[in-house]
Structures are given as structure tokens and as C-alpha cells.
Nanobody
């Protein structure tokens, strides 16, 4: 069982930056894809970004393209989401997720493991 813990959320002004981290409780095999999703009250979970851990291929949701960067740490236990040029509409709880296959995916149903989430609030 993989446990994921997000950190790095907080309150930032519009135009600012935050870097979210996702740490796994155990060494994650290279054959695991990771993802970031976000959710606001009353809305469905929204795809933000995904990364193929062995090859580093990434994909981003429309809201994240050009502003967010998903990267891996030097080890195999931590991934990061660098968020720049933040907007008030980026305000949400951000979740880290992992799936037990190598390929990236955008539906949240494709992911097997989830963190508890970290709150990001962007003030105008």
C-alpha cells in the first residue's frame, strides 16, 4: 500500500507562485505514473497534470498549460508541482495520486492511490 502526503499549499496573491510536494511512504517503482488533481466544493475533481515516472513524459490540463510544471525528485519518493502566475480560479484542494502502471492518464478513475490533499488559496 502506497501512502501519499502532499505539502506546500497555502495562501498566495494572484501572480505569485507555489511549489507543491508529494511524498510517498515507500520507494515507488519506476513503473508508476503520478498525477495531480484539484477540487473545489460542489465541483468534480479536475485533472491538473500527470507524469510518466520512468520516461518523464508529462501532460497537463488546459488550466495548467504554460503555468505549471510537474517534475520528479532525484529519488523515487517525491514529485513536485511548480505553480506560477497563479490566479484566483486556481484556488482548490490539490491532490496527489499514483497509478500502478507506467503510462500517464487523465481520468481520476485511473489512479489507485490518493493523498489527503493540500489547500491552495489565491487571493485577488
Amino acid at each position: 500500500q502506497v501512502k501519499l502526503v502532499e505539502s506546500g499549499g497555502g495562501v498566495v496573491q494572484a501572480g505569485g507562485s507555489l511549489r507543491l510536494s508529494c511524498a510517498a511512504s515507500e520507494r515507488i517503482s519506476k513503473r508508476v505514473a503520478m498525477g495531480w488533481f484539484r477540487q473545489t466544493p460542489g465541483k468534480e475533481r479536475e485533472f491538473v497534470a500527470t507524469i510518466k515516472r520512468d520516461g518523464g513524459n508529462t501532460a497537463y490540463g488546459d488550466s495548467a498549460k504554460g503555468r505549471f510544471t510537474f517534475s520528479r525528485g532525484n529519488g523515487l519518493n517525491t514529485v513536485y508541482l511548480q505553480m506560477n502566475s497563479l490566479k484566483p480560479e486556481d484556488t482548490a484542494v490539490y491532490f496527489c495520486a499514483a497509478r500502478g502502471t507506467i503510462n500517464i492518464a487523465t481520468p481520476d478513475s485511473a489512479y489507485d492511490y490518493w493523498g489527503q490533499g493540500t489547500q491552495v488559496t489565491v487571493s485577488s
